[in-house]
């Protein structure tokens, strides 16, 4: 039962472009996500999250988008840049309760 | 802040043996800390919570005699994994979580490669 899931396992994208990750979710209990980009051998590093009182949240080249009805989240990345390069998860979570993470999207930038 | 450390970084040991990995959140105070596995090409599986001063919380299929989980205090926790074997072989990654207002933001340690020989 993936309550999280990401559908798209790899993303190529132009230098300067906009990168657009996306996540859905089943879960209707989750009220709060969160972005993480992983290098191989690394930890997650977190990047942006969202409550789900709110429908975007916006810090420097990153913006979530919340989408309550569609149970559907996306990460803008614009400009993006080389060293965005790396697999991005999404992960949603219920109250302070245990992360929910999606499979993974890698995003290659190209120069 | 919210840095969170893993010792070590990397771990080659022989079957039977049991191997410590130590996870300590620098320069914040975690009630709550969470054990993480990832296989290759996978996503983060959730092992176990780990809460200060209590017993952990393990997930469905995670046998809590393998992977013993200690949280001394608000800044250590560390799992054992007792009687490696090669499939135990895997990434292990810690997370503290840091309250900010109402919500958890969970920061996650830089992992530890385990390999059982």
């Known amino acids: 039962d993936q309550q999280v899931k990401q559908n798209s396992p790899s993303l190529s994208v132009q230098e300067g472009r906009i990168s657009i990750l996306n996540c859905d979710y089943t879960?209707?209990?989750?009220?709060?996500f969160l972005w993480y980009k992983k290098y191989p051998a690394e930890g997650p590093t977190f990047l942006i999250s969202?409550?789900?009182?709110?429908d975007k949240n916006e810090d420097g080249r990153f913006t979530v988008f919340l989408n309550k009805s569609a149970k559907h989240l996306s990460l803008h990345i614009v400009p993006s840049q080389p060293g965005d390069s790396a697999v991005y998860f999404c992960?949603?979570?219920?109250?302070?309760?245990?992360?929910?993470f999606g499979q993974g999207t890698r995003l290659t930038i190209n120069p | 802040g919210a840095v969170v450390s893993q010792h070590p970084s990397r771990v080659i040991c022989k079957s039977g043996t049991s191997v410590k990995i130590e996870c300590r959140s620098l320069d914040f105070q975690a009630t709550t800390m969470f054990w993480y596995r990832q296989f290759p090409k996978q996503s983060l599986m959730l092992m176990a919570t780990?809460?200060?001063?209590?017993?952990?919380?393990?997930e469905q299929g995670v046998e809590k005699d393998k992977f013993l989980i200690n949280h001394a205090s608000l800044t250590l926790s560390t799992l054992t994994v007792t009687s490696a074997h090669p499939e135990d072989s895997s990434f292990y990654i810690c997370s503290a979580g840091l309250r900010d207002s109402s919500t958890d933001t969970q920061y996650f340690g830089p992992g530890t490669r385990l390999t059982v020989l």
């Open positions: 992960a949603a979570s219920e109250g302070a309760q245990k992360l929910v």
């Open positions: 969202i409550s789900s009182i709110k």
């Open positions: 879960n209707s209990m989750f009220d709060y």
């Open positions: 780990s809460n200060e001063g209590s017993k952990a919380t393990y």
